[in-house]
């Protein structure tokens, strides 16, 4: 092996795991003008790891400068500082705008457009229901109480409330302001009852007389 050979092998070995191209540059570097096999040992020992970190960084930088060069002449058209004749510069292709018209296909917006009117109308149908069952319920418990539509219908009773406790007060507050509620069946006919009864008592009587009076 030569010399730039016996050093790389030596970098290899000291340096294992380290990027090869960076010890070749270093083992290219260092072999330069070396012709005494006899220095490759004391060449290779005053080698550090900052140096090959140094050679790398200086590589990369190198690299990272040629690239903005390169790309400043191919920008502005020019090569080593002068224009490039016969070629004007371009201004870069501008990227399409989408659309925002194009982004749903027709069908798709036509499919979506229908799904949103049928859940609405399905949203709808559903609040209706419940309004109607809810207003059901109300007049059934209204009912109970005895208290007429007027005092209630129009007025906003919450979905949640006990519609027991809310007749209680209703009725309460219709009492104390002196309004008479009517008579429930039951209580119309009490009175009538109590006169058949007093009849019957009557002929009860009379009977009973007639024939202590015939048993004489």
Do not use: C
């Not at 970190?53 to 400043?72: E, I, P, S």
């Not at 925002?100 to 457009?113: H, M, N, R, T, Y």
């Not at 419940?130 to 209630?152: C, H, L, N, T």
């Not at 219908?153 to 002196?178: C, R």
């Amino acid at each position: 092996m030569n010399v730039y050979e016996q050093i790389l092998a030596g970098l290899r070995t000291k340096f294992s795991g380290v990027d090869d191209a960076t010890l070749q540059r270093i083992a290219s570097k260092k072999a330069e003008g070396v012709t005494d096999e006899g220095k490759v040992n004391s060449i290779i020992e005053g080698i550090f790891f900052q140096d090959v970190v140094m050679n790398y960084g200086d590589f990369r930088a190198d690299g990272a400068q040629k690239t903005a060069v390169l790309n400043y002449e191919k920008k502005h058209n020019i090569k080593d500082g002068k224009p490039i004749e016969g070629n004007e510069p371009k201004d870069p292709p501008t990227e399409p705008k989408p659309n925002p018209k194009e982004e749903v296909p027709a069908w798709a917006q036509s499919l979506i457009d229908s799904n949103k009117t049928l859940s609405e109308k399905l949203a709808a149908m559903d609040a209706k229901e419940k309004a109607d069952m809810r207003a059901k319920q109300v007049d059934e418990v209204a009912k109970s109480f005895g208290i007429p539509e007027f005092a209630y219908k129009g007025k906003q009773i919450a979905d949640d409330a006990d519609l027991n406790q809310y007749f209680t007060d209703l009725k309460q507050v219709m009492q104390d302001s002196g309004f008479q509620f009517a008579k429930t069946p039951e209580e119309g006919s009490g009175g009538q009852k109590n006169e058949f009864s007093s009849i019957a008592e009557q002929i009860n009587k009379g009977t009973k007389e007639i024939v202590e009076q015939q048993g004489k």
